[in-house]
């Protein structure tokens, strides 16, 4: 399941990516040579850096290289180690929880704000926020369980072993 969502979600950024700097180019060339401009574009252009921004987010928590505070965890061992590494997952657990359902709030609240260029609701827009922290969750619950299981494959190796 995590392989088609990684594929999946690797897909949308890439596309988005896309998207944004052939917009973006696309305007620069008109502005510079064509002397007019897209009127869209740049409107357009913010939006999909915002879903880029939540996207890439996620991407970063799946990897593993989003920022964290895991100097306590790198230079322990042992229980203190594993305390460590559950307790600063924990923290970003309840941080995203907390992101997921403001930004949803907001979303929802936004929806009749239409963009001027686009004529779209910003909520568009804003439901990279909730979608984003609702893949970082999933990513940080996964996390969650692969140290578990991690430390429980280890403790039954060291059993085994004596």
Excluded at 137 to 143: K, M, P
Excluded at 150 to 158: D, I, L, P
């Amino acid at each position: 399941m995590f392989r088609i969502l990684d594929r999946i979600l690797d897909s949308v950024l890439l596309a988005v990516l896309g998207l944004m700097a052939a917009i973006v180019a696309a305007n620069v060339f008109c502005r510079f040579v064509l002397q007019f401009s897209i009127y869209w574009g740049d409107e357009a252009a913010q939006a999909l850096l915002v879903w880029l921004t939540f996207l890439g987010a996620a991407v970063a928590v799946r990897d593993r290289a989003h920022y964290a505070f895991d100097y306590l965890g790198q230079y322990s061992r042992g229980n203190l180690q594993f305390a460590a590494a559950i307790v600063s997952r924990m923290i970003t657990l309840i941080a995203l929880i907390g992101l997921f359902y403001w930004g949803l709030r907001v979303t929802l609240g936004i929806r009749p704000w239409i963009m001027p260029a686009m004529e779209i609701s910003r909520a568009w827009v804003y439901a990279a926020g909730p979608i984003g922290c609702g893949l970082m969750i999933i990513y940080i619950i996964r996390d969650l369980g692969l140290l578990v299981h991690e430390r429980r494959v280890a403790a039954k190796t060291v059993v085994a072993a004596t």
